[in-house]
């Protein structure tokens, strides 16, 4: 599995404007549903806080992976979403979240959701790879240092 294989140009936002956890949800499902727009906007930020009350996504030095299982879709939808002030996401490490990749998954794909969260982990694992989405000039080199990063995993 690739990140290319669910992660699209058109789902990445270069500067989230939102400066708390739910607004910043809200942001990355309005992406979400610039390739899903039939999915309830509500829905998919109830999914997503849902989740984060479980515990925080945010796995620290800068990331959170906001995902959430649900009924409405039948494959991974997903965005990708850069705070350039930096968000106070109750990250594990206390620290500002900069870097938002979004996953929501069908209920009943319990392999690919652990599948998909592995391979970004393992992407946002290298400093060299943050550093250069926090220094992208844009969404197309956002998009550009994903692709990359995935095809030398």
Do not use: W
Not at 32 to 61: F, H, M, W, Y
Request: glycine fraction near 6%; include cysteine.
């Amino acid at each position: 599995m690739r990140i290319a294989d669910f992660l699209t140009p058109s789902a990445i936002a270069a500067d989230l404007g939102a400066s708390n956890k739910p607004g910043v949800l809200r942001e990355l499902v309005g992406l979400i549903l610039k390739e899903a727009p039939n999915l309830d906007p509500n829905e998919l930020v109830e999914t997503l806080l849902r989740r984060e009350k479980i515990q925080s996504t945010g796995i620290g030095d800068g990331v959170a992976i906001p995902h959430g299982k649900t009924n409405y879709t039948d494959n991974i939808i997903a965005c990708f979403g850069r705070s350039v002030e930096g968000v106070d996401f109750q990250s594990l490490d206390g620290a500002p979240t900069h870097l938002f990749f979004t996953l929501l998954m069908p209920e009943s794909q319990q392999q690919l959701h652990l599948k998909a969260l592995a391979r970004i982990s393992r992407l946002f694992r290298n400093p060299e790879i943050r550093a250069a989405l926090i220094e992208a000039p844009d969404a197309e080199t956002l998009y550009q240092v994903l692709m990359d990063a995935d095809a030398a995993l």
